[in-house]
T-cell receptor
Framework: NAGVTQTPKFRVLKTGQSMTLLCAQDMNHEYMYWYRQDPGMGLRLIHYSVGEGTTAKGEVPDGYNVSRLKKQNFLLGLESAAPSQTSVYFC???????????FGQGTRLTVV | AQSVAQPEDQVNVAEGNPLTVKCTYSVSGNPYLFWYVQYPNRGLQFLLKYITGDNLVKGSYGFEAEFNKSQTSFHLKKPSALVSDSALYFCAAIKNSGYALNFGKGTSLLVTP
């Protein structure tokens, strides 16, 4: 049972490049989330999804887009990367909103 | 506005001593409250949660937390700290009408031998 898997684990982008981060969960969870973690800032919610085909904005959605075409996958896209998007990105999933959330190992993204 | 506050950036405790990591919340109504732990270069792991019922919640690895509605606090506690408890601890809340965890900034716990 893999849980929540994030791909890739590390990436360096040049300013203006685009990329997609993939999150896959094998627990049949309805809810999925993307957070970014920055020093001294804790985790901030970027986007989330409460079910297949639905997405919603979180606290810091600007510069990011998401899609949830399949229940098990939640994709985070950066259309034109900026140095301010240098961060560690975490994906998480949960069965219900008040149940334990399972987190991936994180993706460390550097934008130069 | 930050709805979850962790007033201490770092807590230092000697091994064997009790530890407390503080958390206060400003979410209206009856929020769901959680504690997560993060070890270096890892994702977050669930420790415990409060939804309703008994104010003292017991969780993983001997941790417990006390919900205090009048003080809007949800402090994490452990009677006897271990060096292996050294990690980053996050308090989080979900509003009644919300769908996602809102995290505090985290508290780094250092347990020294």
């Amino acid at each position: 049972n893999a849980g929540v898997t994030q791909t890739p684990k590390f990436r360096v982008l040049k300013t203006g490049q685009s990329m997609t981060l993939l999150c896959a969960q094998d627990m049949n969870h309805e809810y999925m989330y993307w957070y970014r973690q920055d020093p001294g800032m804790g985790l901030r919610l970027i986007h989330y999804s409460v079910g297949e085909g639905t997405t919603a904005k979180g606290e810091v959605p600007d510069g990011y887009n998401v899609s949830r075409l399949k229940k098990q996958n939640f994709l985070l896209g950066l259309e034109s990367a900026a140095p301010s998007q240098t961060s560690v990105y975490f994906c998480a999933s949960s069965s219900l909103r008040d149940t334990e959330a399972f987190f991936g190992q994180g993706t460390r993204l550097t934008v130069v | 506005a930050q709805s979850v506050a962790q007033p201490e950036d770092q807590v230092n405790v000697a091994e064997g001593n009790p530890l407390t990591v503080k958390c206060t919340y400003s979410v209206s109504g009856n929020p769901y409250l959680f504690w997560y732990v993060q070890y270096p270069n890892r994702g977050l792991q669930f420790l415990l949660k409060y939804i309703t019922g008994d104010n003292l919640v017991k969780g993983s690895y001997g941790f417990e937390a006390e919900f205090n509605k009048s003080q809007t606090s949800f402090h994490l506690k452990k009677p006897s700290a271990l060096v292996s408890d050294s990690a980053l601890y996050f308090c989080a809340a979900i509003k009644n009408s919300g769908y996602a965890l809102n995290f505090g900034k985290g508290t780094s716990l250092l347990v020294t031998p």
